[in-house]
């Protein structure tokens, strides 16, 4: 069964950093773009950041540009968001998904505050 | 950013009759369209991609359709399973953008 799996959430301060891992499985990782999408608590879905295939394209939501950074390890299959200068307003589950949300994981939670 | 209007935000069913849910955009799209379901605390599921192909396994109740800035996701016999949120996104114009969300209960 294909599956993603989020991990490296948790609370830290504003101003702090985290760094979220998604662990693929079950598909040809290295042949989709790979994507993180954001749900603040009771509020709707936000896309953060896409990557491509070989991870040489990578594309942001303007809250996001210059504070956080979409990677991939082809070879671990395992995607990256290192969220960096964290604001209250970044509280929220981040999920990974595969080509356009087809596949989604089950989410991890972020939460800033002081 | 293109903005993703989606009416009603609220609407009661009741089991066995139809539903259906309206989706604008602000900016003319191409068919990167797509409709996701998610049922609280479980993540998105998407029900409807390219404007009217259902993903692997979604009902025939779902149907979707429209083009340029305005669509539509209708459910022919609303089911238990369907209560949730449904959001419409547009993948044409990166950042890709959902709707608000709309909420579907029983009566």
């Known amino acids: 069964e294909v599956q993603l799996v989020e991990s490296g959430g948790g609370l830290v301060q504003p101003g702090g950093s985290l760094r979220l891992s998604c662990a693929a499985s079950?598909?040809?990782?290295?042949?989709?773009?790979m994507y993180w999408a954001r749900q603040a608590p009771g509020k709707g879905l936000e896309w953060v950041a896409k990557i491509n295939e070989d991870g040489t394209d990578k594309y942001y939501v303007d809250s996001v540009k210059g504070r956080f950074t979409i990677s991939r390890d082809n070879g671990k299959n395992s995607l990256y968001l290192q969220m960096n200068s964290l604001r209250v307003e970044d509280t929220a589950v981040y999920y990974c998904?595969?080509?356009?949300?087809?596949?989604w994981g089950q989410g991890t939670l972020v939460t800033v505050s002081s | 950013d293109v903005v993703m209007t989606q009416s009603p935000l609220s609407l009661p069913v009741t089991l066995g009759q139809p539903a259906s849910i309206s989706c604008r955009s602000s900016l003319s799209l191409g068919t990167y369209f797509s409709w996701f379901h998610q049922r609280p605390g479980q993540s998105p599921r998407r029900l409807i991609y390219?404007?009217?192909e259902r993903d692997s396994g979604v009902p025939d109740r779902f149907s979707g359709s429209g083009s340029g800035t305005d669509f539509t996701l209708k459910i022919s016999r609303v089911e238990a399973e369907d209560v949730g949120v449904y959001y419409c996104?547009?993948?044409?114009?990166?950042?890709?953008?959902f709707g608000q969300g709309t909420k579907v209960e029983i009566k």
């Open positions: 998904a595969r080509s356009g949300g087809v596949v």
């Open positions: 390219d404007v009217s």
């Open positions: 996104m547009q993948g044409t114009h990166w950042p890709w953008t």
């Open positions: 079950e598909f040809i990782f290295r042949t989709y773009w």
